[in-house]
C-alpha cells in the first residue's frame, strides 16, 4: 500500500508557472506507475499526465500537451508536475494517483489507479 501526499499549489496569475509534487510513502515507488488528475467545480475528473515505472514513457492530455511536463525521482519516492503557461482554464485541484505493478506502460484513466492523493489546488488568475 502507498499513500500519496500532494504539495505546491497555489494562487499564480496567467502565463505563470508552478511546480506539484506528490510524495510517496513505501519503499516500493518504483514498483508504481503515476498519474496526475485535475477536477474543476462543477466538472468530472480528468486526466493530465501519466509516467511509466521508471519514467521512459510519458503521455499527456491535449489540453496540457506542451506546457506541462511530468517526472519522478525513484530515490526520493516523488513525481512531479511542472506547469507552464498557465491559463484560467487549468483551475482545478489536481490529483496525485498510483497503480501497483501497472499491466499497461502508462495509464490514462482513472479507474486504473489504485491509489490517491488528497489533492492540491492551483487557481489561476487571470
Known amino acids: 500500500q502507498v499513500q500519496l501526499v500532494e504539495s505546491g499549489g497555489g494562487l499564480v496569475q496567467t502565463g505563470g508557472s508552478l511546480r506539484l509534487s506528490c510524495a510517496a510513502s513505501?519503499?516500493?515507488?518504483?514498483?508504481?506507475?503515476m498519474g496526475w488528475f485535475r477536477q474543476a467545480p462543477g466538472k468530472e475528473r480528468e486526466f493530465v499526465a501519466a509516467?511509466?515505472?521508471?519514467?521512459?514513457?510519458?503521455s499527456y492530455a491535449d489540453a496540457v500537451k506542451g506546457r506541462f511536463t511530468i517526472s519522478r525521482d525513484n530515490a526520493k519516492n516523488t513525481v512531479y508536475l511542472q506547469m507552464n503557461s498557465l491559463k484560467p482554464e487549468d483551475t482545478a485541484v489536481y490529483y496525485c494517483a498510483a497503480v501497483f505493478r501497472p499491466t499497461r506502460v502508462v495509464t490514462t484513466d482513472g479507474k486504473g489507479y489504485d491509489y490517491w492523493g488528497q489533492g492540491t489546488q492551483l487557481t489561476v488568475s487571470s
Open positions: 509516467i511509466s515505472l521508471s519514467g521512459g514513457s510519458r
Open positions: 513505501g519503499r516500493t515507488f518504483n514498483s508504481y506507475a
